[in-house]
């Protein structure tokens, strides 16, 4: 039954050669220009994908533009209708979903059986509540100097047409959380999946299309984003750019992008804060969940350990014995595995590594890990790690905790809010209140009291501040900001 559903997106030989969806039909690109997907498992070769021309991003630009104010003057129960169908259908095919994006992106069982029911769930709770989004009236007597006569019919409308840019660690969670909102407020969208994460990308816009998404409304364009991002991004048709990945790229877009609206989910580089008082085993057990699922490589990942050095010299015997019970670096299909698989690409993996002998060479020492072996990194601990070192100072997107010693929590803070990041920061204190005071100083996004850093659930606003973000996320909010208001004035002179 999958074989026969997901047919048409690639010739189905073994490896396969995946097309792309111009909003019609899945074609070969004209480039004659493919790359090739592999495993970071073992870096067997997965598939090939197609690498499309500037040409093939006019059409589909074309296409959306043409197609979109159909689309948006579509009943909204039924682009509703359709987006629970999709729900249905990635609950359909979880069991083949799964293994597939555990080889595409490495993740553990666990974690890929997350990633995709999440996105069901999620694309049900965006059709839900897409249903309580209106727009509003307002009258000009309540402001000084206006007299009753005009009223304000306030519309929520589209913007057109939707560029959507995914990273590789969420390929369809966070591929869905840009798409399936942008369509239910009645936008096109233009969508170009990570390369690492364009397999399970394609599996979900068949889906989409399957569920009765019309004809030029959504289209996949595939290549890397070194290769057609620029293009994409800066295209005179794109509307408005969502997007998810790095900080670096965050800002290159945002030149390229010129006047569009941005929505921005950029990189995190998460702090813990831990007070004295705090209750040390819940904490060490969300520090090494925090720090190391996925092997790191999370935008809310705990990056580094604030607290005093009698508090550190209290934690760290048993943030050793947490990571011998919790954590086993393996292969991501194998049961034993417990957090930590590879990273994404050897290469990645040599980047990590060298970070950390780097972070050696200034005075770090590690207490745990350190060594590389193809992809995979060793859950890694640092000690004397200073704030100007790369091992903090960047997003060290990899299964490395770095613990620095802080003299008060005013220079936690200071620390904190003088990094270029600003997603999240978990504190630990037994004392609510403390908790609560010391996150009002903290310029970042969110702050999680007593818990590691999460985007979930997720109706909740989920934002960045800094190089973490532009705009806010979460259902109602992602919502809004795909669409617009439009006001529309009657003037009743008396
Ligand atoms: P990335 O390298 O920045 O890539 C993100 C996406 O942008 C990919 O689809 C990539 O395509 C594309 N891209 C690259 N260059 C481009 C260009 N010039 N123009 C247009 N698109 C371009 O990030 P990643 O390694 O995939 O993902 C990890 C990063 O994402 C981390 O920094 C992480 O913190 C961040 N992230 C943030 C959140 C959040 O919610 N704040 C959530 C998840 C991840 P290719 O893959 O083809 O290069």
């Given amino acids: 039954m999958p074989d026969e559903f997901f047919a048409d997106i690639s010739d189905q030989k073994t490896p396969p050669t995946y097309r792309f969806f111009n909003g019609k039909e899945w074609v070969v690109s004209t480039s004659g220009k493919t790359t090739e997907v592999h495993s970071p498992i073992d870096q067997s070769v997965l598939g090939t994908i197609q690498v499309v021309t500037t040409a093939e991003i006019d059409a589909v630009m074309e296409s959306a533009k043409t197609f979109q104010s159909a689309w948006e003057a579509m009943p909204l129960y039924q682009r509703v209708k359709i987006m629970h169908l999709a729900a249905d259908w990635i609950r359909h095919f979880?069991?083949?979903?799964?293994?597939?994006?555990?080889?595409?992106?490495?993740?553990?069982?666990?974690?890929?059986?997350?990633?995709?029911?999440?996105?069901?769930?999620?694309?049900?709770?965006?059709?839900?509540?897409?249903?309580?989004?209106?727009?509003?009236?307002?009258?000009?007597?309540?402001?000084?100097?206006?007299?009753?006569?005009?009223?304000?019919?306030?519309?929520?409308?589209?913007?057109?047409?939707?560029?959507?840019?995914?990273?590789?660690?969420?390929?369809?969670?966070?591929?869905?959380?840009?798409?399936?909102?942008?369509?239910?407020?009645?936008?096109?969208?233009?969508?170009?999946?990570?390369?690492?994460?364009?397999?399970?990308?394609?599996?979900?816009?068949?889906?989409?299309?399957?569920?009765?998404?019309?004809?030029?409304?959504?289209?996949c364009v595939t290549g890397g984003g070194g290769e057609i991002g620029d293009y994409l991004v800066s295209h005179p048709k794109a509307d408005i750019i969502t997007f998810t990945g790095s900080s670096d790229t965050g800002a290159a877009i945002a030149q390229k992008g010129g006047m569009k609206p941005l929505v921005f989910e950029c990189g995190g580089n998460n702090p813990a804060v831990i007070f004295p008082d705090a209750d040390m085993s819940l904490t060490v057990r969300e520090i090494i969940k925090g720090g190391f699922s996925y092997a790191g490589q999370r935008c809310t990942a705990i990056k580094y350990v604030l607290a005093t050095q009698g508090v550190l010299d209290q934690l760290m015997p048993e943030i050793v014995k947490e990571i011998a019970q919790a954590v086993h670096m393996g292969d991501p299909r194998s049961p034993e595995t417990k957090l930590v698989g590879p990273v994404i690409s050897e290469q990645a993996a040599e980047h990590i590594e060298q970070i950390i002998n780097e972070a050696v060479s200034e005075g770090a020492a590690i207490v745990t890990g350190g060594k590389r072996n193809a992809a995979y990194i060793e859950p890694t601990i640092l000690t004397n790690v200073k704030p100007t070192m790369k091992i903090v100072a960047t997003e060290v997107f990899g299964p490395v905790i770095s613990f620095i010693a802080v003299k008060s929590m005013d220079e936690a803070v200071t620390m904190i809010n003088e990094s270029r990041f600003g997603l999240q920061a978990s504190v630990f204190t037994k004392d609510e209140g403390t908790g609560i005071a010391f996150a009002r100083q903290l310029n970042v996004g969110t702050v999680q009291i007593n818990g590691s850093p999460q985007r979930g659930p997720d109706h909740f606003p989920f934002l960045g501040v800094k190089h973490s973000g532009i705009g806010v996320q979460g259902v109602r909010y992602s919502l809004e900001a795909m669409s617009r208001l439009r006001p529309i004035i009657l003037n009743k002179p008396a």
């Fill in 94 to 219: 979880a069991d083949y979903l799964i293994p597939l994006l555990m080889r595409e992106i490495g993740k553990i069982t666990d974690e890929a059986k997350g990633e995709i029911m999440r996105t069901a769930d999620l694309t049900d709770y965006f059709a839900d509540e897409a249903q309580s989004i209106r727009g509003e009236t307002m009258e000009s007597d309540n402001f000084p100097g206006f007299e009753k006569g005009k009223i304000a019919l306030i519309e929520r409308v589209a913007y057109g047409t939707v560029v959507a840019i995914a990273p590789f660690n969420y390929p369809v969670n966070l591929s869905a959380s840009k798409i399936v909102p942008a369509l239910l407020m009645g936008n096109s969208v233009v969508f170009k999946p990570p390369t690492q994460g364009t397999i399970s990308g394609l599996h979900l816009v068949k889906i989409f299309q399957k569920a009765g998404v019309p004809a030029g409304v959504l289209s």
